[in-house]
């Protein structure tokens, strides 16, 4: 039996910064979900758990 991979969020207003992250992250094995701001990781957040949250806070 194998474990879960640890799930991550990316918030960032950046879609091609959330993208390039995602992908690097994905390929080393975590499972990566990407949202744009604050309000989306809220209603996100309510209805799923993540191990890590990427957050920009420029």
């Known amino acids: 039996m194998s474990a879960s991979p640890q799930r991550l969020l990316i918030v960032d207003d ?3 910064l959330r ?8 390929k080393e094995g975590f499972a990566v ?3 744009e701001d ?6 996100f957040l309510a ?5 890590l949250i990427i957050l920009d806070l420029m």
């Open 47 to 51: 209805s799923n758990q993540v191990d």
């Open 14 to 16: 950046e879609l091609k």
């Open 33 to 35: 979900d990407t949202v």
């Open 19 to 26: 993208e390039l992250v995602k992908s690097y992250l994905s």
């Open 38 to 43: 604050g309000g989306e990781m809220d209603t």
